[in-house]
């Protein structure tokens, strides 16, 4: 895929509304700029016989040009005109084609079935059935070079919800800024060993930097300000690509998800993460800057799955921060599902305040508000994951 600037699924899928050009009285006038092609015909109001022209022009038309007499077919004696153009040749403004915009979600009844946000049915998923076994764990790169779309808030609260569900859930914070780490008050700026020293120093062992939580059958692995020199120390180690999955491998039987949240970059601690995951869920916010960055992150994906790790698969991308109320968030949906298709969730997290508030608690939305829409969200989005 190219740069996300030439990123033809973006072209494609959507574009700016063209700014509605009308004078102070609302009456139409030609667009400065080319527009696109006429898609309905207008509504023409026809003056009656002998009426003056002041009298056509209070009737609402403006810059109308005579028609050619070409010899047009005649009916009752009245013959055919032409659409309206302005004087600039081109088609009244009212009358242009504009890119379809995706409608609100259809509300359930007998219409039809219930649409979610994404515009198509929303399918079914029941309550997984309680393991009596764990593990090998799944490894799941939570994974988007554009920051604030939610990387961290996903990975914390869907790691909470599957361990709700009954699975045994690693959670690995591959960010220096230790976002994961305190959203579940964990205080890892104090702590003496982190995943910087389990990933570089060989007689550090996972059990030494393992942290349980507050959540039942959810631990951490945390990371602090120390990760941000990681990079650099592995450039000169043999098989720098693969140092957290050899890390990570002495206790991928005791799990069923681990979940591995990736700084905002496509550096070597993300290639790390891709090079030991089976899957990547990207987070994307409803914004149109959140979609530049995905065409790079396919193609970072690529790369690795051709060089380092055939069996990296996209999961799906997860739509956050969505606001219904805007047709920009309706349009950037509209882009992800041309582009990815199934691929996108059926669930979608909304905007909330209740995210912020979570982190001061540091505990996951699910236990700090069960009963909140994002927490149900999340348990909806548990649920996917583990139907796959």
Request: glycine share 8%; with cysteine.
């Amino acid at each position: 895929m190219s740069a996300p600037d030439d990123a033809e699924w973006i072209t494609a899928a959507g574009a700016p509304r063209p700014p509605d050009h009308r004078s102070s009285a609302g009456t139409p006038v030609p667009a400065e700029s080319t527009d696109i092609a006429v898609a309905t015909e207008p509504e023409v109001a026809h003056a009656p016989d002998g009426a003056a022209d002041s009298e056509v022009a209070s009737a609402g038309i403006a810059d109308r040009t005579e028609p050619e007499q070409t010899g047009g077919e005649q009916t009752g004696g009245e013959t055919t005109e032409p659409e309206p153009v302005s004087t600039n040749g081109h088609s009244d403004r009212s009358t242009l084609f504009t890119v379809p915009r995706p409608a609100a979600p259809a509300p359930v009844g007998a219409d039809g079935p219930d649409l979610g946000p994404t515009g198509r049915p929303v399918r079914p998923r029941p309550e997984p059935a309680p393991l009596t076994t764990h593990g090998p764990a799944r490894i799941i790169a939570m994974c988007n070079q554009k920051g604030g779309v939610g990387k961290t808030t996903s990975t914390l609260n869907l790691g909470a919800a599957l361990a709700g569900y009954g699975r045994r859930v690693l959670l690995v914070d591959l960010d220096p800024q230790g976002a994961l780490s305190a959203g579940l008050g964990v205080p890892s700026h104090e702590l003496e060993r982190t995943v910087y020293n389990l990933m570089l120093e060989r007689q550090t062992t996972i059990t030494d930097v393992l942290v349980p939580t507050k959540v039942e059958g959810l631990d951490l692995i945390p990371a602090n300000i120390d990760l941000s020199a990681a990079e650099v120390q592995l450039i000169n180690e043999v098989g720098r690509e693969h140092t957290l999955a050899r890390a990570l491998r002495p206790v991928l039987h005791a799990y069923d998800y681990v979940l591995v949240d990736c700084q905002p970059s496509l550096g070597l601690l993300t290639v790390n993460a891709l090079a030991c995951a089976h899957g990547v869920i990207m987070p994307v916010a409803a914004e149109f800057f959140s979609l530049r960055g995905v065409a790079l992150l396919v193609d970072t994906i690529e790369k690795v799955q051709d060089r380092i790790n055939p069996d990296l698969a996209i999961d799906g991308v997860l739509i956050t921060m969505y606001d219904g109320r805007t047709v920009h968030a309706r349009d950037v949906v509209a882009m992800l599902v041309e582009r990815f298709g199934d691929q996108v969730y059926d669930t979608v997290v909304s905007r909330t305040v209740k995210f912020p508030e979570t982190t001061v608690a540091g505990e996951p939305i699910t236990s700090y508000a069960p009963t909140s829409a994002a927490a149900e969200a999340f348990r909806a989005f548990a649920r996917e994951v583990i139907a796959g």
